[in-house]
């Protein structure tokens, strides 16, 4: 892990330059972008292994940069930023970051944040595959598949709901409070019950376009739960 790549997508030299040394302090190689296009263009070429990704950049905002790197793949991204409103964080979220900081931030913070951000993302290595009917979910490989009549569908999740569809799916048929999917699938991150909504929303919707909508329930006042598509 500590010798992970960091792309630091930051507007403000002082702030990137904190940043990088402290991570560079703690064993990562660090590679910087003051503007969302460039930004881009060293996650297409570098491929790092976590983002740290400010807001309020010239040209591509944040939110267009996540989504972009979300539309390539699951690189882990945090987003840094002064703006501290819930329905920003939401944004975030529901595009697909995996934490949230707020300006001003503690660096150590940030790297204690992006060393577990990575442990999340980069420690499902040598876990067996998990089948829940016609699902078919590989911590390895980091992939979910849906058996259709059509064939295989592979859902296009990000790291959050990887996780979420992971850890419910290792115990079908359970009720997971909100509270239980924030503990072990966003110990970092705003422990909010909209943040969970969110992802779970969006994972719903994912299970719903592959042919599964009937897969994952909310139980009222409660939380949600995971069971086989009916009749699969």
């Known amino acids: 892990m500590t010798d992970a790549l960091i792309l630091i997508v ?3 030299p002082e702030i990137a330059e904190i940043l990088e040394g402290y991570f560079v302090r ?3 190689r660090v590679i910087c972008a003051r503007d969302g296009t460039t930004g881009l263009a060293h996650h297409q070429t570098l491929r790092p292994d976590l983002v740290v990704l400010d807001i309020k950049l010239p040209g591509k905002d944040g ?3 996540l989504a972009a790197i979300r539309r390539r793949g699951e690189t882990p991204v945090i987003m840094a930023t002064a703006l501290a409103e819930d329905l920003d ?3 975030a979220l529901r595009i697909g970051a995996d934490d949230y900081v707020v300006k001003p931030f503690n660096p150590h913070e940030v790297v204690a944040r992006a060393r577990a951000v990575l442990r999340r993302t980069m420690g499902q290595a040598g876990k067996s595959l998990v089948r829940v009917g016609s699902l078919t979910v590989d911590p390895e490989a980091r992939r979910a598949m849906l058996e259709c009549d059509g064939g295989a569908v592979s859902l296009d999740l990000t790291p959050t709901e990887f996780r ?3 850890h419910m ?3 079908p048929g359970r009720a997971f409070s909100r509270a239980d999917l924030v503990d072990a699938c966003l110990p970092e991150g705003a422990a909010l019950d909209r943040t969970v909504d969110s992802h ?3 994972l719903r919707r994912k299970l719903a376009a592959a042919g599964a909508g009937d897969m994952l329930t909310g139980v009222r006042g409660f939380g949600y739960r995971l069971d086989a598509p009916h009749g699969r």
């Open 89 to 91: 964080k939401l944004q």
């Open 10 to 12: 930051e507007d403000e």
């Open 200 to 202: 779970v929303s969006n």
């Open 26 to 28: 703690e064993g990562f």
């Open 169 to 171: 799916a290792r115990a």
């Open 164 to 166: 979420i569809l992971s």
């Open 63 to 65: 939110f267009e940069v």
